[in-house]
């Protein structure tokens, strides 16, 4: 079954630290650009970071530049998030996405993505 799925989110403390990984299935995770983005009750889908299939390259939105840490591991065909120095307004659903290239992930072009993982930031 060609499928992605998200996992390690969990409730943290504001400052705190989660890695979340996407783990893919039934297809080859490195010939895809794989991105994050998440969605928080009442607000719009929001694009967090990318990483590149062609060379590796990675980017991300403004508000998580210095904090997030998006790499991949082609051998376990996983890709990982690290999220740190947390804050509330990070809590939200996160989802991982694969697409043709960064430029289509940042433009909502998904060719498919998971159920998502639940990041709660709270004290």
């Known amino acids: 079954q060609v499928q992605l799925v998200e996992s390690g989110g969990g409730l943290v403390q504001p400052g705190g630290s989660l890695r979340l990984s996407c783990a893919a299935s039934?297809?080859?995770?490195?010939?895809?650009?794989i991105g994050w983005f998440r969605q928080a009750p009442g607000n719009a889908r929001e694009g967090v970071s990318c990483?590149?299939?062609?060379?590796?390259?990675?980017d991300y939105a403004d508000s998580m530049k210095g904090r997030f840490t998006i790499s991949r591991d082609n051998a376990k065909n996983t890709v990982y998030l690290q999220m740190n120095s947390l804050k509330s307004e990070d809590t939200a659903l996160y989802y991982c996405?694969?697409?043709?290239?960064?430029?289509?992930?940042?433009?909502?072009?998904?060719?498919?993505w998971g159920q998502g993982t639940q990041v709660t930031v709270s004290s």
């Open positions: 990483i590149s299939s062609r060379d590796g390259s990675t």
């Open positions: 039934g297809f080859t995770l490195r010939y895809y650009s």
């Open positions: 996405a694969a697409s043709l290239s960064c430029s289509s992930f940042w433009s909502r072009e998904y060719d498919l």
